[in-house]
C-alpha cells in the first residue's frame, strides 16, 4: 500500500489506515497469537454514537485495529490525508478470513444473528472453504446475563477467530467485556454480515457498491432504516464544522 500516515482521527476516533490484504494479514497474526485483540470495523453511526458515550469511545480507542466499514468514514479519513481508497467490510473480512483460516486450520466460531442464521451462515462458509474449522455457532438473542456463559461455551470450542455480529454497539461492548475469557486469539464485530452473506439481506449490486451507493440500496430496501442512516448527514455536518473550526483557528493563529 502506498504511503500515509498509519492512522487518521475522525471526529475524535482513531482509524488505521489498511486496506483488506493488510487488514487481514494483521488480523490472522491476533489470530495465531495469545493475546487478544479486538477488531472494529468502523462506521458512520459509531463515529457519531461514540460522541455521547464514553464507555463506546474508550473502546473504540482501545481496540487493536479499526478497519474503515463506510463510505462517510473513507471520505473523511480520506480529507485527513489517509491513503486508502476502499472499505473493508464485515463481509469481505469475513470470506477473506474464512478462506486463509481453512488453509492454516484455524477454527471459527460465528456469534449472532436471529436464532439459524449463524449456522445456516456457518455451513454456507464450510461449503465454500473446504477445509475450514466452524468451531461452534450460536444465535444473538441470548440475554444480556448470559454474556459469561456464552464466553465460556467458545472457550470450550477451541475456537482462534471469533466473528459476532450483534449490531453496533452491542457488538463491540460485548467483545470489550467478555473477549479476554473467550480463549480467541482474535474477536471481530461484522453487524449484519451473517444475514448478507446468507443471502436475507441483499447485498446492493456491483453497480451500486462501486458508486459508494450501498447506504442508498440498503435505505430503500429497508425504509425503516432511515432514523439510523440520519447519522450520515449529522457525521457530514460534523466533519464539515471541525474543519471550519481548524481553518478559522489557524486564520486566527497567523
Ligand atoms: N442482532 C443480534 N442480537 C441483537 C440485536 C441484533 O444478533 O440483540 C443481529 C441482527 O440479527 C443482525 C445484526 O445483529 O444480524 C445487526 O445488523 P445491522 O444491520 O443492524 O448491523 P449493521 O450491519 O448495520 O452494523
Known amino acids: 500500500m ?22 487481514t494479514a494483521r488480523i490472522l497474526t491476533f489470530a495465531r497469537g495469545d493475546r487478544p485483540a479486538q477488531v472494529v470495523t468502523l462506521g458512520t453511526e459509531m463515529v457519531v454514537a461514540a460522541r455521547r458515550d464514553s464507555r463506546f469511545r474508550a473502546t473504540l480507542a482501545g481496540s487493536a485495529l479499526n478497519v474503515c466499514d463506510t463510505v462517510g468514514v473513507l471520505a473523511a479519513a480520506r480529507r485527513r490525508g489517509a491513503r486508502i481508497t476502499a472499505r473493508v467490510t464485515g463481509v469481505e473480512l469475513l ?47 441470548f440475554p444480556a446475563d448470559r454474556g ?35 480463549g480467541v486469539g482474535v474477536g471481530i464485530g461484522v453487524g449484519g454480515s451473517f444475514d448478507a452473506l446468507i443471502g436475507r439481506v441483499p ?17 430503500l430496501r429497508e425504509p425503516r432504516r432511515w432514523r ?19 481553518f478559522l483557528g489557524g486564520r486566527k493563529n497567523r
Open 2 to 23: 502506498s504511503e500515509g500516515p498509519a492512522s487518521v482521527d475522525v471526529l475524535g476516533c482513531r482509524l488505521d489506515c489498511v486496506d483488506i490484504d493488510e487488514a
Open 95 to 141: 470470506e477473506r478470513l474464512c478462506a486463509s483460516a481453512a488453509e492454516e486450520s484455524l477454527p471459527i466460531y460465528l456469534l449472532g444473528g436471529a436464532p439459524g442464521v449463524a449456522i445456516e451462515a456457518a455451513r454456507l462458509l464450510a461449503e465454500r472453504y473446504p477445509g475450514l474449522r466452524v468451531a461452534g455457532a450460536g444465535d444473538g438473542y
Open 148 to 182: 459469561t456463559a456464552v464466553a465460556e461455551e467458545i472457550a470450550r470450542s477451541g475456537a482462534r477467530l471469533l466473528f459476532v455480529g450483534l449490531g453496533s454497539p452491542r457488538q463491540e461492548l460485548w467483545l470489550a467485556d467478555h473477549l479476554a475469557s473467550t
Open 203 to 219: 447485498r446492493a449490486p456491483k453497480s451500486w457498491r462501486r458508486l459508494n451507493l450501498e447506504w442508498l440500496y440498503r435505505l
Open 228 to 246: 439510523r442512516q440520519l447519522a450520515l448527514p449529522h457525521f457530514v455536518a460534523l466533519v464539515f464544522f471541525e474543519e471550519l473550526r481548524a
